[in-house]
């Protein structure tokens, strides 16, 4: 079973002259749950030395590691799984070539969240939630109202992303959400570890009351 309450996503913009490796394991030591590898602006073959690195780490640590949208990637270094949206390789396909490894699906609407269901996701990044500025094409923002709808209808895991930081993080997780991903209030953070830690304790509270 995995533990999805605190999910972090690194972005080569926001490290203020950190390393992916140093920024996710102070995140992890915050209490991250999960870790995505996310890169856009890397060639694939800095993308690969980082990943490998973050592979050594989450294998030290025991936390699962996902590589966002690079499939190549992921398989190359051993990640855990691999995370695409709704504009990289089809679902289907990326399970046929993951294998058993974990597949992840960005999710925008009740209709693309069944439809990733039935075409093998194993879990759900549904969102945005609320307005962001770090993916800057991003879809309008979902809201809460919805995706409690959409909790109601997918069974398999839920991680809220999307606008998600200390202020709101509680409310998403009473939609009923599996956790929330964050990747601004953790990875732009002046002290990661503190911003994870307060992030992972507010999510708990909200975890235990809602059972």
Known sequence: MIDWRLYVVTDDVLLQGRSHREVLEAAIAGGATVVQY??????????????????????????????????????????????????????????????????????????????????GADYLGVGPIFATATKPDAEPPIGLVELRRIRQHISIPIVAIGGINQANAADVMRAGVDGIAVVSAVVAADDVTAAARQLRALVSVAQEKAL
Do not use: C, W, Y
């Open 38 to 119: 996310r890169a856009k602006h890397a060639s694939t073959r800095q993308m690969v030395a980082e990943a490998q690195a973050l592979r050594d780490l989450t294998r030290r640590t025991g936390i699962p590691f996902i590589v966002n949208d690079r499939l190549d990637v992921a398989l190359a270094v051993d990640a855990d799984g691999v995370h695409v949206g709704q504009d990289d390789m089809p679902v289907a396909l990326a399970r046929r070539l993951i294998g058993d490894k974990l597949l992840g699906v960005s999710a925008h609407s009740l209709h693309q969240a069944t439809q990733a269901v039935q075409d």
